[in-house]
């Protein structure tokens, strides 16, 4: 069964930084582009980063590009999203989601981790 | 950007009526590459259709899409209790991989 479980969140301060993690198994980690979906409280799904399969190609969405970094680690079938200069705006619930391909629809969520950015 | 633009915004319906959720693109998506999601409140988006019109792995077939080009459709047969949620439209053509604003399905 694919699971992916992420971690990380929590309260930091504007212009503070948090590293996500993502913890997949259940599939060939190595094999799957991944990304992260974030979504604001009471509002909808904004694309953030994505990573293709053996790391060697990243995404940012302007939004977050300069402050945020994707990487993976296909060893530990690890996904991460550290997040640098956070603003109160990076405020959301961060899902991390399985790729189908390249490009691909994303087929498998994680629960989610909420990161709140307050002083 | 493609921006998508997704309508209704809410929609009112009671169970075993028939749903048409509507996604329109700012320009062509290449390939159809637009996907459907459902959110319950609480939990992550839940694929249920990629590609436009073919159905993600365990979902119903009263779900079912078509579209081309700029407009896509997501219809529901026969509404079951459990398909009231949000919906969302999202296209993976061309970065950024954008989303559309979400319909409220609700009960009427």
């Known amino acids: 069964e694919v699971e992916l479980v992420e971690s990380g969140g929590g309260l930091v301060q504007p212009g503070g930084s948090l590293r996500l993690s993502c913890a997949a198994s259940?599939?060939?980690?190595?094999?799957?582009?991944m990304h992260w979906v974030r979504q604001a409280p009471g509002k909808g799904l904004e694309y953030v980063s994505a990573?293709?399969?053996?790391?060697?190609?990243?995404y940012h969405a302007n939004s977050v590009k300069g402050r945020f970094t994707i990487s993976r680690d296909n060893s530990k079938n690890t996904l991460y999203l550290q997040m640098g200069s956070l603003r109160v705006e990076d405020m959301a619930v961060y899902y991390c989601?399985?790729?189908?391909?390249?490009?691909?629809?994303?087929?498998?969520w994680g629960q989610g981790t909420l990161v709140a950015v307050s002083s | 950007e493609i921006v998508l633009t997704q309508s209704p915004g809410t929609l009112s319906l009671s169970p075993g009526e028939r749903a048409t959720l509507s996604c329109g693109a700012s320009?062509?998506?290449?390939?159809?590459?637009l996907a459907w999601y459902q959110q319950k409140p609480g939990q992550a988006p839940r694929l249920l259709i990629y590609g436009a019109s073919s159905r993600a792995t365990g979902i119903p077939d009263r779900f079912s899409g078509s579209g081309s080009g700029t407009d896509f459709t997501l219809t529901i047969s026969r509404l079951e209790p459990e398909d009231f949620a949000v919906y969302y439209c999202?296209?993976?053509?061309?970065?950024?991989?954008?989303f559309g604003q979400g319909t409220n399905l609700e009960i009427k």
């Open positions: 259940g599939f060939t980690f190595s094999s799957y582009p």
């Open positions: 990573i293709s399969s053996n790391g060697g190609s990243t």
């Open positions: 999202q296209q993976y053509g061309s970065p950024p991989r954008t």
């Open positions: 320009q062509s998506i290449s390939s159809s590459y």
């Open positions: 989601a399985r790729g189908m391909g390249l490009p691909g629809a994303l087929d498998y």
